[in-house]
């Protein structure tokens, strides 16, 4: 398999979808699917992709399953665009040995959400301190802040000791909510030479972009089922065209929310995968949530809405 040379930087920016893990019906990986997955992200545009996220079920799979499904995105994606790959585990030896083979694979960086557990900002620190010695620092890593998952908040003066005292630390994937001063706080220390610039991408299924895009995000890493609305805004507001960006959002926003249910999101974005032709099987692997005729009906009106609503839409495609 054709390695890529890009690694990770601080310049990384556009939208960095957040790759599904398909299933069969029976729960066992779909590589079939996992191929027109990785297709799909791509006519829509994507500029990365993540993949063994939280909402991958990355926990669900074995440490063989990890590798095998790793293995089969970067084999299909053969350097076109970077991958991210989640590697966080309770154990630091488990993380670098995922984190090495994927590296080798060719992906260009890594992904960590905090240990569970920590408690204080000294405990952060100490935490991640650990982390980069033991991933080295060769190693480009982006730093997952999703305290409503996690339950580990991180504030922003350990942030910047983080960036200040590891460069390998080139990316921030910004979930927390409500964020957007955080964000800002962040761009200002920057602004002003206090802390190295970083890349920020930003998740919780992309409800805040435009606001978050507003204040300085470099994009989004987020998993959503129409990819292309996120690349769409993305370009709309680098042109400049910060009112277009906002009214092609609004039409999806409805959808956004729906899909951005605790629990029952998930299952809300593989059926839309499933309809798109990306996924042949909605299917979460146990434990998960199962939509009900209630919920398909509800998401019929929802999608049919959807499509009227863009067909009145007057937007020029971003150059």
């Known amino acids: 398999m054709q390695k890529s040379n890009r690694k990770l930087s601080t310049d990384a920016s556009g939208v960095y979808i957040i790759s599904v893990t398909p299933f069969l019906d029976d729960g066992a990986l ?22 063994l996220g939280m909402m991958g079920e990355a926990p669900k799979l074995s440490a063989e399953e990890s590798m095998t499904f790793a293995r089969r995105v970067l084999r299909r994606l053969d350097g076109r665009i970077p ?46 301190a650990q982390v980069f010695a033991t991933l080295g620092p060769d190693l480009p890593v982006v730093l997952q802040d999703y305290p409503q998952s996690t339950g580990v908040y991180l504030p922003v003066p350990v942030f910047s000791r983080l960036v200040t005292d590891f460069p ?3 990316m921030l994937k910004h979930e927390d909510c409500p ?15 206090l802390q ?13 972009y435009p606001q978050e895009l507003a204040r300085g995000a470099d994009g989004a890493m987020t998993g959503i089922a129409f ?4 690349v769409k805004v993305y370009a709309l507001h680098k042109a400049g065209r910060a ?39 909605a299917k979460l692997r146990a434990p998960g949530p199962k939509l009900e005729a209630t ?22 495609d971003a150059a």
């Open 83 to 128: 991958t991210i790959v989640g590697v966080s585990a309770p154990g630091l030896a488990p993380m670098r040995e995922l984190a090495v083979a994927v590296m080798d694979m060719g992906a260009a960086g890594v992904m960590v959400a905090p240990g569970a557990g920590i408690r204080s900002d000294d405990g952060y620190y100490g935490y991640f």
């Open 196 to 208: 190295r610039r970083v890349s920020i991408l930003v998740g919780n299924g992309g409800i805040y």
């Open 30 to 51: 779909d590589l079939p699917s996992t191929d027109r997955l990785v297709d799909f992200y791509l006519e829509q545009g994507v500029n990365g992709i993540t993949i």
């Open 227 to 230: 990819p292309e609305m996120l």
């Open 179 to 193: 964020g957007l001063q955080k964000l800002s706080t962040i761009r200002k220390l920057e602004e002003q030479g």
């Open 243 to 281: 009112d277009e960006a906002e009214d092609l959002f609004d039409a999806y926003l409805p959808y956004v929310r729906h899909e951005q249910q605790p629990a029952i999101g998930l299952a809300v974005r593989k059926e839309v995968l499933r309809r798109r032709g990306a996924i042949a099987s």
């Open 295 to 316: 919920d398909l009906a509800e998401l019929d009106r929802m999608l049919e809405r959807l499509e009227r609503r863009l067909a009145g839409l007057k937007i020029r």
């Open 168 to 170: 390998q630390l080139v």
